[in-house]
DNA sequence: ATTCTTACTTACTAGTAGGTAAGTTGTCAA
DNA sequence: TTGACAACTTACCTACTAGTAAGTAAGAAT
């Protein structure tokens, strides 16, 4: 249920390590805002090295976004296997951001959907992919808290996990300014507050 | 009420006409996604002219910052002045948001929000003051709202304008890669119906 | 008429970016 | 024991980065 690389270890391959820094920094400061020089200073390789592994920027920001996607869809699948009720599953989809941020990182693809038009073609489709696989899983727990009463939204199921993703990327990119992982916090509680049936009168569950 | 340059005319001064370029190149690509090259090409000029404007970067950068703070202050004070109900505002302020997407910009400090380890100590400042006024604003807004009984949420207002920012922030983040404003209407309008008072039961007002 | 100022340009700098070619070292299999 | 491969390093390249120094042309002020 972690979404950020719990630093790979020493002997882990050398291709991995690269991804463990180049990750960071990408988190930290952009695609823009980072260098192969960086990367191999802070493993102590040469630049050359980081080369043969990932021949250029373009093809080590795949490698990186498909493992955080792959990363992140495994925390899904885990999120599903503990068998929770929908709004324990919707926080514990919040608790993923709140982790990445407490590491001081803003998410991967929300870094990179701000440089997206810098972006060479297949990380692009990488980004959009990573948002779409995020919004088909949402999809998924939010028509299942619909249909069992637990949760309450207006319009589809689409437009509302449309509009998690957006806000919970949001407020990690606002939050990271003030250095204030609480005002993530805030701003996921309350998000959870409006789709949770409890506070709701009775209106009609969610059409489509 | 347009948040956006109205592209200086091309007999207006230099300093503005590079902050129109500049401004265009950091809300598309990013604070370090363009260079003084970039700019000096666009305008038919050298580089060692906008240095003569601008200093360097930073000075640039923080230029950049106070000018479009100033323009989305004008705004906030536009809307103030049209007197319409606090639904209405909420949904001008959305609107100045809807209209820099349009443009298939996303909102200067957002973008610089995510380069935000990469910037200047001013330019830091100066984004973080940005969010800052906004909030201001917003809570009062919510605040009148609250008290006429034409908005309801729970929580202090203050959360509840961080919480507005971050979403509508966030909207424009993730419309971008998808190059569709109707992502971001869509998040605005859910965002609006939690608040308007119409939607709700007869909960208690917002306490603080 | 001359000096000052504004708004530049030309020509350059040092440093960094991403990237490559060719060689080196260690491991293992035939 | 050789030779093939993986995982590098050394040494280099070109393009671009922000930035500067020195000069210039046009107008305003004295």
């Known amino acids: 249920m972690e979404v950020t690389a719990r630093q790979t270890s020493n002997t882990a391959g050398s291709a991995a390590r690269i991804l463990d820094v180049a990750e ?23 630049k050359a ?11 080590l920001g795949e490698a ?24 324990a ?7 993923l951001y709140a982790g990445v941020l407490r590491e001081q990182r803003m998410c991967l693809c929300g870094m990179l959907a701000a440089d997206y038009e810098t972006l060479p073609a ?5 980004v959009v992919r990573f948002f779409d696989e995020n919004g088909v899983w949402l999809e998924r727990v939010l ?26 990327e949001g407020a990690m990119l606002v939050a990271r300014p003030y250095g204030d992982p609480e005002r993530f ?24």
């Open 185 to 208: 916090q805030a701003a996921a509680a309350r998000l959870l507050a409006t789709l949770v049936a409890s506070s709701q009168d009775g209106a009609p569950p969610a059409s489509q």
């Open 24 to 46: 960071r920094l990408v988190q930290v400061r952009g695609f823009n805002g980072f260098s192969y020089a960086d990367v191999a200073a802070e493993l102590g390789v040469t």
């Open 64 to 87: 990186l976004i498909k493992r955080y996607a792959a990363r992140f869809a495994e925390a899904l699948r885990a999120i599903d296997a503990e068998g929770s009720d929908v709004p």
């Open 122 to 126: 297949p990380m692009r489709t990488a």
């Open 89 to 95: 599953k919707l926080a514990a989809y919040a608790g």
């Open 143 to 168: 028509e299942q808290g619909a249909s069992e009463g637990t949760l309450h939204y207006e319009g589809s199921s689409r437009d509302a996990a449309q509009m998690i993703i957006s806000t919970l």
């Open 49 to 59: 090295s980081l080369h043969y592994h990932y021949p250029g920027k373009a093809e």
